[in-house]
């Protein structure tokens, strides 16, 4: 499948199917955040072992979050920023372009 295929496949199911979308939403908030807190562990200069003490969690949930293995949720992301002393900025922009 090529990238113009699979472009109008996600945006008609995202149209037309509404768990559909809820999914699509969430995978990329999911993978998002892991990007993120990748980013921010680096920044940080920890290992994933010394940020999963930093922020008291499972060296193996930030593991799965860093991978976008997780549903990520507003509590989530609370613990996270308020055991790093970060704040959480939030912005919307369109899945696709039109």
């Not at 799965?64 to 002393?85: F, M, N």
């Amino acid at each position: 499948m090529d990238r113009t295929n699979l472009k109008n496949y996600l945006k008609d199911n995202y149209e037309n199917d509404q768990d559909f979308a809820k999914d699509f939403v969430q995978c990329s908030l999911n993978v998002n955040t892991g990007i993120a807190i990748i980013n921010l562990r680096k920044k940080m200069g920890l290992t994933r072992e010394e940020f999963a003490r930093y922020v008291n969690m499972p060296q193996a949930t930030i593991l799965q979050i860093e991978q976008g293995d997780v549903d990520v949720t507003t509590d989530l992301l609370v613990k996270l920023a308020t055991a790093s002393k970060q704040h959480i900025e939030i912005n919307f922009s369109p899945i696709f372009d039109e």
